[in-house]
Nanobody, 128 residues
Framework: QVQVVESGGGLAQAGESLRLSCTVS????????MGWFRQAPGKERDLVST????????YYVDSVKGRFTISRDSAKKTTYLQMNSLKPEDTATYFC?????????????????????WGQGTQVTVSS
């Protein structure tokens, strides 16, 4: 059974940092691109960042570029999202997702429909 489990959310003040972790089990981690998405209250879930199977060519939406860093550790089957210089508008539930990409090594999909497995989410709240 595949499990995707996020952790690391919490409360932060503007300007502070948090690191989210996403650990998967029940799948071959190296065959999957990973992504982070977020959903603010009353809004749709949106893409934040993705990372390919190889860790190359990470993608970030404009609103987090220069502040967030995605990474992955194959040995730990874990994907991280380092979030620095947090802003109140970063407040959301953050979801991790895995996309099997057997023929795509260095790039990750960006459409939510391309992701096969999802976590339950972790709440991030940033106060001003």
């Amino acid at each position: 059974q595949v499990q995707v489990v996020e952790s690391g959310g919490g409360l932060a003040q503007a300007g502070e940092s948090l690191r989210l972790s996403c650990t998967v089990s029940g799948l071959n981690f190296d065959e999957y691109a990973m992504g982070w998405f977020r959903q603010a209250p009353g809004k749709e879930r949106d893409l934040v960042s993705t990372i390919s199977r190889t860790g190359r060519n990470p993608y970030y939406v404009d609103s987090v570029k220069g502040r967030f860093t995605i990474s992955r550790d194959s040995a730990k089957k874990t994907t991280y999202l380092q979030m620095n210089s947090l802003k109140p508008e970063d407040t959301a539930t953050y979801f991790c997702a895995a996309a099997r990409t057997p023929s795509l090594y260095n790039y990750a999909p960006r459409a939510q429909s391309d992701f096969d497995y999802w976590g339950q989410g972790t709440q991030v709240t940033v106060s001003s």
